[in-house]
């Protein structure tokens, strides 16, 4: 493996690692309103008897804002190794790039800011805000791939540009809606994972459905593209292995669930959520970004040159390490159920 290639995977790594992170937690702000309280204890809320608190949050909370970690070491590496790769693909995407930062803004600023509202109707309004910060993100990442998958127009200059016309295809509306049901079941196995019997049984029936809603926008995704609307692969027997083990991902999901497995269920949406990232690498090699004209961007024309990436080298030894083990310890540490004598951060 080259130093090259060796960068690639990890550029590649960082970018699954966050949407397995990341995505529990859009996917349980997506179903805040649907694993909270019962009425009675929304009642009870409302008198002032009980305190504010909500499922979904909990399970999420000791974990919240530092999944971005991965985000943001993402991007470093991005700019680091790939300068190249980043000045062509950031441009050509802003808007779906701006619409993920203003997802992630509202939603963290709601979550922190809901227990603040002095009555019912201003908790309805963080509400919605948490739900759409967990909602927005989860479809532009799913526009992000499928834009990938499908390749994007490459102008005269050799720049890429994506407008409303490449965005709003069927391919890339269902990757995102498919996006969206992915994260939303695997926020529920998240869920029925560290909560009190009764929220982890309503998630786990929750995550039944969403995993077969999922399943069934892949599905289309797959029909599209064998027509001819969908993803340009450049190593179509890897693409397929790929989407064939996404698949069988789905169907371990599916399965889990619905036997009450929840340590299963969730390790399958875990390894849903990390596939798509590898089929667009694995699937694109050597290319990172191709377009819909079949020539693309290739990593010895995106990454930097040896002596930098040696010089990088030297701290991604120190720095990936360190966020493995942080993020090991923070498992660790805060492993075990939520329930009633668990402390509430929200």
């Given at each position: 493996?080259?130093?090259?290639?060796?960068?690639?995977?990890?550029?590649?790594?960082?970018?699954?690692?966050?949407?397995?992170?990341?995505?529990?937690?859009?996917?349980?702000?997506?179903?805040?309103?649907?694993?909270?309280?019962?009425?009675?204890?929304?009642?009870?809320?409302?008198?002032?008897?009980?305190?504010?608190?909500?499922?979904?949050?909990?399970?999420?909370?000791?974990?919240?804002?530092?999944?971005?970690?991965?985000?943001?070491?993402?991007?470093?590496?991005?700019?680091?190794?790939?300068?190249?790769?980043?000045?062509?693909l950031?441009?050509?995407?802003?808007?779906?790039?701006?619409?993920?930062?203003?997802?992630?803004?509202?939603?963290?600023?709601?979550?922190?800011?809901?227990?603040r509202?002095?009555?019912?109707s201003?908790?309805?309004?963080?509400?919605?805000?948490?739900?759409?910060?967990?909602?927005?993100?989860a479809?532009?990442?799913?526009?992000?791939?499928?834009?990938?998958?499908?390749?994007?127009?490459?102008?005269?200059?050799?720049?890429?540009?994506?407008?409303?016309?490449?965005?709003?295809?069927?391919?890339?509306?269902?990757?995102?809606?498919?996006?969206?049901?992915?994260?939303?079941?695997?926020?529920?196995?998240?869920?029925?994972?560290?909560?009190?019997?009764?929220?982890?049984?309503?998630?786990?029936?929750?995550?039944?459905?969403?995993?077969?809603?999922?399943?069934?926008?892949?599905?289309?995704?797959?029909?599209?593209?064998?027509?001819?609307?969908?993803?340009s692969?450049?190593?179509?027997?890897?693409?397929?292995?790929?989407?064939?083990?996404?698949?069988?991902?789905?169907?371990?999901?599916?399965?889990?669930?619905?036997?009450?497995?929840?340590?299963?269920?969730?390790?399958?949406?875990?390894?849903?959520?990390?596939?798509?990232?590898?089929?667009?690498?694995?699937?694109?090699?050597?290319?990172?970004l191709?377009?819909?004209?079949?020539?693309?961007?290739?990593?010895?024309?995106?990454?930097?040159?040896?002596?930098?990436?040696?010089?990088?080298?030297?701290?991604?030894?120190?720095?990936v390490?360190?966020?493995?083990?942080?993020?090991?310890?923070?498992?660790?540490?805060?492993?075990?159920?939520?329930g009633?004598?668990?402390?509430?951060?929200?």
């Amino acid at each position: 493996m080259t130093l090259q290639t060796a960068w690639l995977a990890l550029l590649g790594l960082l970018l699954a690692g966050y949407f397995v992170l990341g995505g529990y937690d859009y996917g349980a702000q997506m179903l805040h309103p649907f694993l909270g309280r019962s009425r009675e204890k929304e009642e009870e809320q409302e008198r002032g008897s009980a305190s504010d608190r909500n499922a979904a949050l909990d399970a999420i909370a000791p974990f919240f804002l530092g999944n971005e970690v991965w985000l943001v070491a993402f991007a470093g590496v991005m700019f680091g190794a790939f300068p190249h790769l980043e000045g062509t693909l950031l441009p050509a995407m802003y808007p779906l790039i701006v619409a993920i930062l203003v997802g992630l803004v509202l939603g963290n600023a709601a979550v922190q800011l809901r227990r603040r509202a002095r009555g019912a109707s201003g908790r309805r309004v963080w509400d919605a805000l948490i739900v759409f910060g967990g909602a927005l993100p989860a479809l532009c990442w799913g526009l992000v791939v499928g834009l990938l998958l499908h390749g994007v127009p490459r102008r005269a200059d050799g720049s890429f540009r994506v407008g409303f016309g490449e965005v709003f295809t069927p391919f890339v509306l269902v990757c995102g809606v498919t996006t969206i049901l992915l994260f939303a079941a695997h926020g529920a196995g998240f869920v029925a994972l560290r909560s009190e019997p009764e929220v982890a049984g309503r998630a786990r029936r929750l995550g039944v459905r969403l995993v077969a809603a999922t399943g069934a926008a892949a599905l289309l995704a797959l029909l599209l593209t064998a027509f001819g609307e969908g993803a340009s692969m450049t190593n179509r027997g890897v693409a397929a292995v790929i989407a064939a083990a996404i698949a069988a991902a789905l169907g371990v999901a599916w399965w889990s669930f619905a036997g009450g497995h929840q340590v299963r269920a969730f390790v399958a949406t875990c390894c849903a959520t990390a596939l798509p990232v590898l089929l667009v690498g694995a699937g694109h090699y050597p290319y990172l970004l191709i377009s819909s004209a079949g020539h693309g961007l290739d990593i010895g024309h995106a990454v930097t040159d040896d002596a930098t990436l040696k010089i990088l080298s030297g701290f991604g030894v120190l720095v990936v390490p360190t966020i493995l083990a942080y993020q090991a310890w923070s498992w660790w540490a805060f492993r075990g159920r939520t329930g009633r004598r668990h402390l509430s951060y929200f």
